[in-house]
């Protein structure tokens, strides 16, 4: 018989043929998210992992763990301290002796403290960006067009005198956005000027999730076209595709770009090429050499071009992670990213691009609510439960919970991770997803309005809310193999090492980055 304990195989994670002594540290800066996974794939390796603190992030968030960090026991807890010699000294002692071999971002608000940290303590980093601080939207999309390629027109301020000549000028509608922000959060496509006033000014006025207060604020033509994911791993300088994504966004609830779901691409389609050689241009634009990175572009008319380079893992609380292994073979990026800064023989192994055909069909799909209220049961999990392509449900949603309309990645009700080897099936068990959510996923204490999901045209997209539950709820259905194998014997050893660790990687509900 197998026994794993959730402490020895987090989430998401998987041993590591050669465990290494506990004599080594790897530090995660903010691990929450796929920061998360990143520590948790690192302590399941047999490194201690030190928990590093950037003054930017917010007590919320800071307090939101990942599924698949809970549990998860840090060697010690450090918070930035005014220098960065102050910081890099504070981890060092924590280390109590033992060797300092990486210093990893977690999530977004850490990317800036890590690159400095990183440097400081003398192991694998990025280093100081000439051209500013490569968190910054503004930043990336000025070294993106200094290097030749296409960039986003643009005006950055803090005040409106600063972007109001832009605004004149630009054609309807605008993106008016924080310069540093996560998973859609404050992002908003104003239709007039009067619009991009007001949500200027409320983004400037607002306290941003990501832990930046009273930062800038964007106002960028609105990019026409089909938005992508590119996910690299990176070692010195050598740009390794982990996966490809189209994102399935849609205006709903009165905000313009909700969330459905990412869908797979084929690392060999002719629009995947063209993504790919234009993200390995960023990343050296951005001097990205090492770690995980997360590109989303766009693709327009007259090509790709930069919507924002994350320059840490992809987000979603790693809700995607199963399906990415499931898709191929066995890697997904946390594992990749560790693997960029202490194992250079693993991180060879890799190839430089996912499997093309994938491993098996899936995809991920973001739960949308159409109604709000206190749920009192939840009859459409439990249909979801019995679907053939089902794999996993990701939720904090529970009787008693509080659901909001969905308008972004914060009020999303859930992630379900469905595949199948059989293609059909697995779009006609999406389509009864989608009617699903239309006809409600669940009851509710209270009276709920019919009209209460139709979008009007006053609506306006919130800013600044909280999810109002932790995610506590995952469930992982465990397929049995077929006589030929296929998705379903891929399937079992992912759902069984999931579920014997506590589950998937935790994602909507609790705290999550796209």
């Not at 959730?6 to 903010?30: F, K, N």
Request: with cysteine; aromatic share 6%; proline share 5%.
């Amino acid at each position: 018989a197998l026994c794993f304990k959730q402490t020895d195989l987090p989430a998401g994670c998987s041993p590591h043929p050669a465990a290494m002594p506990q004599q080594q540290v790897v530090v995660v800066v903010d691990p929450v998210s796929t920061g998360g996974c990143v520590a948790a794939e690192a302590k399941a390796r047999g490194y201690e992992v030190i928990s590093a603190w950037c003054d930017e992030i917010t007590v919320d968030m800071r307090n939101t763990v990942s599924q698949a960090a809970r549990g998860l026991k840090y060697l010690a807890s450090i918070d930035e301290k005014s220098t960065i010699a102050e910081s890099a000294a504070a981890v060092k002692a924590a280390a109590c002796g033992r060797t300092i071999v990486a210093c990893i971002v977690g999530s977004e608000s850490g990317i800036t403290f890590a690159d400095k940290l990183s440097l400081e303590l003398g192991v694998r980093s990025n280093g100081i960006f000439s051209g500013g601080d490569r968190r910054n939207k503004s930043v990336q999309q000025k070294a993106v067009k200094a290097a030749g390629l296409r960039a986003v027109r643009e005006a950055l301020g803090r005040t409106w005198a600063e972007v109001a000549h832009f605004v004149d000028t630009e054609p309807m509608p605008v993106v008016v956005k924080p310069v540093e922000s996560c998973g859609s959060d404050g992002v908003k496509l104003c239709k007039t000027k009067e619009e991009t006033r007001a949500h200027f000014q409320l983004l400037m006025e607002g306290q941003r999730r990501a832990g930046a207060q009273g930062a800038a604020v964007l106002v960028q033509e609105f990019l026409k076209g089909k938005e992508y994911v590119v996910d690299h791993v990176s070692r010195d300088g050598v740009h390794k595709v982990v996966m490809v994504w189209v994102y399935d966004k849609r205006p709903t609830n009165g905000a313009a770009f909700v969330y459905y779901g990412m869908i797979p691409v084929d690392v060999n389609s002719p629009e995947a090429q063209v993504l790919i050689k234009y993200t390995d241009g960023v990343l050296n634009a951005l001097k990205l050499d090492n770690g995980p990175t997360h590109g989303e572009v766009m693709m327009t008319s007259d090509g790709p071009c930069l919507v924002e380079m994350n320059c840490r893992s992809h987000g979603w609380d790693g809700a995607w992670v199963p399906l990415a292994k499931l898709l191929t073979g066995g890697y997904a990026q946390p594992g990749v990213a560790l693997d960029s800064h202490v194992d250079a023989a693993a991180f060879d192994k890799i190839p430089m691009k996912c499997p093309s055909p994938f491993k098996a069909a899936g995809q991920n799909v973001m739960l949308v609510s159409f109604f709000s209220g206190t749920v009192r049961t939840t009859p459409g999990y439990d249909k979801m439960r019995k679907m053939s392509s089902f794999v996993a449900l990701q939720t904090g949603v529970t009787v008693g919970s509080k659901v909001e309309l969905t308008i972004d990645l914060f009020t999303a009700v859930g992630v379900l991770v469905l595949a199948s080897k059989d293609k059909k099936q697995l779009e006609a068990d999406l389509a009864e997803v989608r009617k699903m959510e239309k006809d409600g996923l669940f009851t509710y204490d209270e009276d709920v309005d019919p009209a209460q999901f139709e979008q009007t045209r006053d609506m306006v997209m919130p800013v600044g809310r909280r999810r109002t539950e932790s995610l506590d709820n995952i469930v992982v259905r465990a397929a049995g193999p077929t006589p030929t194998g296929g998705v379903s014997a891929i399937l079992l050893p992912v759902a069984i090492a999931a579920f014997a660790a506590g589950a998937l990687v935790g994602l909507m509900a609790g705290r999550r980055m796209k």
